[in-house]
């Protein structure tokens, strides 16, 4: 962290992106992992014959993988927290911002484990997504090119993130952190249920 930036508003940003880019890993890259194997190997055929509806599933595929990421998650706020000397007294804020970016990007790597037409094809999407919540989340925004910035503000997670850099500031805007985590949870609704049709899709072939 301390290569990228030195303190500041890019601090924030950098640290509030480290540490959602915990959830991203497992939840977007291993999630879209999980789904291309179960696929690839009949899984879903198991999984169709039991009286659970496709929507259970899904969500509970995510949930499990999404709570994966929070002691890494904690870990990783605290410790940047104490290198750049951000306040540690709003960390409470990431009970909302784990669940809430942990299940947008759980439904975009499920989504792509179960539309990719080969499990190799779900595991190169599940890295390249992983490959851009890095470039995307840990630089801060101001140093990416214009039209980057605008792919930024298209990836699940970035409302997550910015909800958890504003906290770090020393007034922290709680009406903006809230429509952050709002938005966070709208994506996340909508990705999860893409998921579940890419699932029922999947199921019938």
Same mark, same amino acid.
Do not use: K
């Given at each position: 962290?301390?290569?990228?930036?030195?303190?500041?508003?890019?601090?924030?940003?950098?640290?509030?992106?480290?540490?959602?880019?915990?959830?991203?890993?497992? #939840? !977007?890259? &291993? =999630? /879209?992992?999980?789904?291309?194997?179960?696929?690839?190997? *009949?899984? +879903?055929?198991?999984? $169709?014959? @039991?009286?659970?509806?496709?929507?259970?599933?899904?969500?509970?595929?995510?949930?499990?993988?999404?709570?994966?990421?929070?002691?890494?998650?904690?870990?990783?706020?605290?410790?940047?927290?104490?290198?750049?000397?951000?306040?540690?007294?709003?960390?409470?804020?990431?009970?909302?911002?784990?669940?809430?970016?942990?299940?947008?990007?759980?439904?975009?790597?499920? #989504? !792509?484990? &179960? =539309? /990719?037409?080969?499990?190799?094809?779900?595991?190169?999407? *599940?890295? +390249?997504?992983?490959? $851009?919540? @890095?470039?995307?989340?840990?630089?801060?925004?101001?140093?990416?090119?214009?039209?980057?910035?605008?792919?930024?503000?298209?990836?699940?997670?970035?409302?997550?993130?910015?909800?958890?850099?504003?906290?770090?500031?020393?007034?922290?805007?709680?009406?903006?952190?809230?429509?952050?985590?709002?938005?966070?949870?709208?994506?996340?609704?909508?990705?999860?249920?893409? #998921?579940?049709?890419?699932?029922?899709?999947?199921?019938?072939?």
């Amino acid at each position: 962290m301390r290569g990228v930036v030195d303190g500041g508003s890019e601090a924030r940003a950098v640290v509030a992106g480290s540490t959602v880019l915990v959830v991203a890993f497992v #939840a !977007l890259n &291993l =999630l /879209a992992q999980y789904f291309g194997q179960l696929r690839a190997g *009949g899984g +879903l055929d198991h999984y $169709a014959t @039991l009286p659970v509806p496709p929507a259970s599933v899904v969500l509970g595929a995510a949930g499990a993988y999404a709570s994966f990421t929070v002691p890494g998650t904690v870990v990783t706020a605290v410790a940047g927290s104490l290198l750049f000397g951000l306040p540690l007294g709003q960390l409470w804020i990431l009970a909302a911002v784990v669940p809430l970016a942990g299940a947008a990007l759980a439904g975009l790597g499920a #989504a !792509l484990g &179960l =539309l /990719a037409p080969r499990q190799e094809l779900a595991t190169l999407l *599940g890295q +390249l997504g992983m490959s $851009a919540a @890095l470039l995307l989340r840990v630089l801060p925004a101001e140093r990416l090119p214009g039209p980057i910035g605008w792919a930024r503000d298209l990836l699940p997670s970035t409302y997550g993130v910015e909800a958890l850099a504003r906290t770090f500031e020393p007034h922290p805007d709680w009406a903006a952190v809230a429509v952050d985590l709002a938005v966070c949870g709208a994506v996340g609704l909508v990705s999860l249920t893409v #998921a579940t049709w890419a699932y029922r899709r999947a199921a019938v072939r």
